[in-house]
Each structure stands twice: as structure tokens, then as C-alpha cells.
């Protein structure tokens, strides 16, 4: 049997005040965190599975900084915000100073 593993990258909530970024379904924004967030090597064996969500807002350095990060899994959650941190963005992005509310699900998932 197969084993397939997968990542989703959820949109959860957009505000249109202070400093939260009005169009944060950009496909360029999201493929940036899609692409550095999988599921976790640790959650295989088990079969593990969480969600985690993240307020987050890109600092004017291009640095991820973690506003608020909740998950029932501490492991789920200290996986996230560890590699979150790693991602950096080009300090002329359009995307520096705005602040993004994520749902990041991790489901294994069997192939048959």
C-alpha cells in the first residue's frame, strides 16, 4: 500500500482595517508557505493529524513574526512555528507589514 501525506493550507479570516492586508488570498503568498510547511516526519509514524492556526504578519525586515499560534498538539505547533520562521520575503514585497490568519491541516491520509 501507498502512503500519501498531505498539507492544507486554509484561509481563515481577512479583515479590511489597520494594518491587515485587505487581498491575502494571493496565490504567491500562499504557495510560499505551502511549499515550506509539510506534514512533519514525526506525525508519520503515528499517523498523526492537527490543526494548527496562526496569526502571523510579515515584520518589515521579511521576517515571519507569530502573533498568535493555538493547536491541541504542542508537537504540531512547535513544527509550524519552527518552520514559519525559516521563511523569509523580499523586503520589497507587497506582503511586508500585513498580517495573515492561516488554518494549516495536517491529515494523513492512505492510499488503497
Known amino acids: ?6 498539507i492544507i493550507l486554509l484561509f481563515i479570516a481577512l479583515f479590511s482595517f489597520g494594518n491587515i492586508y485587505a ?4 496565490l504567491e503568498f500562499k504557495q510560499s508557505i505551502i511549499n515550506k ?5 514525526f506525525a508519520i509514524k503515528d499517523k498523526l493529524e492537527a490543526d494548527v492556526w ?10 515571519i513574526n507569530i502573533d498568535q499560534i493555538n493547536c491541541v498538539d504542542v508537537l ?3 513544527y509550524v512555528k519552527e518552520e514559519l520562521q525559516k521563511i523569509e520575503f523580499d523586503l520589497k514585497s507587497e506582503f511586508v507589514n500585513k498580517t495573515f490568519y492561516y488554518k ?3 491529515k494523513f491520509q492512505q492510499d488503497s
Open 1 to 6: 500500500m501507498k502512503t500519501k501525506i498531505s
Open 23 to 26: 487581498k491575502n488570498d494571493s
Open 37 to 41: 510547511i509539510t506534514y512533519p516526519e
Open 54 to 63: 496562526v496569526k502571523l504578519t510579515i515584520n518589515d525586515k521579511g521576517r
Open 76 to 78: 504540531f505547533l512547535d
Open 104 to 106: 494549516f491541516t495536517f
